[in-house]
C-alpha cells in the first residue's frame, strides 16, 4: 500500500505556472509507476501524464503535450507535474495516481490514488 499526498495546486492567470507535488510512502513506492490525472466538472477523469518507476520513460495526453512536464525524484519519493502556459481548459482537480507497471513503462495499475489538489485557470 501506498499513501499519495498532493500539494501545490491553486488559482492561476491563463499563460501562468503552476508546479504540483506528490509525496509517496510505503515500501513499494520507487518500483510504482506514477500518474497524474484530472477531473473537471461534469467530465471523466482523465490520465493527463505518467512516469515509469526509473523515470526513463514519460507519457503525456495530447491535450498537455509541450506544456506539462512529469519528474521524480525516488530519493524524495515524491513525483512532480510542471505546469506551463495554463489555459482554462486545464481547470480540474488533479489527483496522484500510483501502481505496478502492466504492459509498458508508463502504464500502470491504478491501485493507489491520492485526494488531488484543485487547479483554477482564470481567462
Known amino acids: 500500500q501506498v499513501q499519495l499526498v498532493e500539494s501545490g495546486g491553486g488559482l492561476v492567470q491563463a499563460g501562468g505556472s503552476l508546479r504540483l507535488s506528490c509525496a509517496a510512502s510505503?515500501?513499494?513506492?520507487?518500483?510504482?509507476?506514477m500518474g497524474w490525472f484530472r477531473q473537471a466538472p461534469g467530465k471523466e477523469r482523465a490520465l493527463v501524464a505518467a512516469?515509469?518507476?526509473?523515470?526513463?520513460?514519460?507519457y503525456y495526453a495530447d491535450s498537455v503535450k509541450g506544456r506539462f512536464t512529469i519528474s521524480r525524484d525516488n530519493a524524495k519519493n515524491t513525483v512532480y507535474l510542471q505546469m506551463n502556459s495554463l489555459k482554462p481548459e486545464d481547470t480540474a482537480v488533479y489527483v496522484c495516481?500510483?501502481?505496478?507497471?502492466?504492459?509498458?513503462?508508463?502504464?500502470?495499475?491504478?491501485?493507489?490514488w491520492g485526494q488531488g489538489t484543485q487547479v483554477t485557470v482564470s481567462s
Open positions: 510505503g515500501p513499494t513506492y520507487y518500483r510504482f509507476v
Open positions: 495516481a500510483a501502481g505496478p507497471e502492466t504492459g509498458g513503462p508508463t502504464m500502470f495499475r491504478t491501485d493507489n
Open positions: 512516469i515509469s518507476w526509473s523515470g526513463g520513460s514519460t
